[in-house]
Nanobody, 121 residues
Framework: QVQLVESGGGLVQAGGSLRVSCEAS????????MGWFRQAPGKEREFVAA????????KYADSVKGRFTISRDNAKNTVYLQMNSLKSEDTAVYYC??????????????WGQGTQVTVSS
């Protein structure tokens, strides 16, 4: 059974940095693209970033380009989201998710439980 477990969320001041991690188990990690999504209070869940199974292709939402970096370590079955220059509007629960293939296409089909990121202004 596939499991995704996020960690690393917390409280940070505006302008600061934070890295969240997501460790996967139960499948061959490198076979699947991974993504980060977030949901702020009262808003719908939105796409943040994604990375292909090999790590060679990355995709970002316009709102985080230049500030966030997604990466993965296939030997550790872990995907990371490095968040710099954080803004109050980045406050949300951050979820990692797995795509159905190694390419960033289609929808995700496995979700983690989420980790809270709060940016104070």
């Amino acid at each position: 059974q596939v499991q995704l477990v996020e960690s690393g969320g917390g409280l940070v001041q505006a302008g600061g940095s934070l890295r969240v991690s997501c460790e996967a188990s139960g499948r061959t990690f490198s076979y699947y693209a991974m993504g980060w999504f977030r949901q702020a209070p009262g808003k719908e869940r939105e796409f943040v970033a994604a990375i292909s199974g090999s790590g060679g292709y990355r995709k970002y939402a316009d709102s985080v380009k230049g500030r966030f970096t997604i990466s993965r370590d296939n030997a550790k079955n872990t995907v990371y989201l490095q968040m710099n220059s954080l803004k109050s509007e980045d406050t949300a629960v951050y979820y990692c998710a797995s795509y159905r293939t190694a390419a960033i296409v289609g929808s995700v089909n496995v979700w983690g439980q989420g980790t809270q990121v709060t940016v104070s202004s």
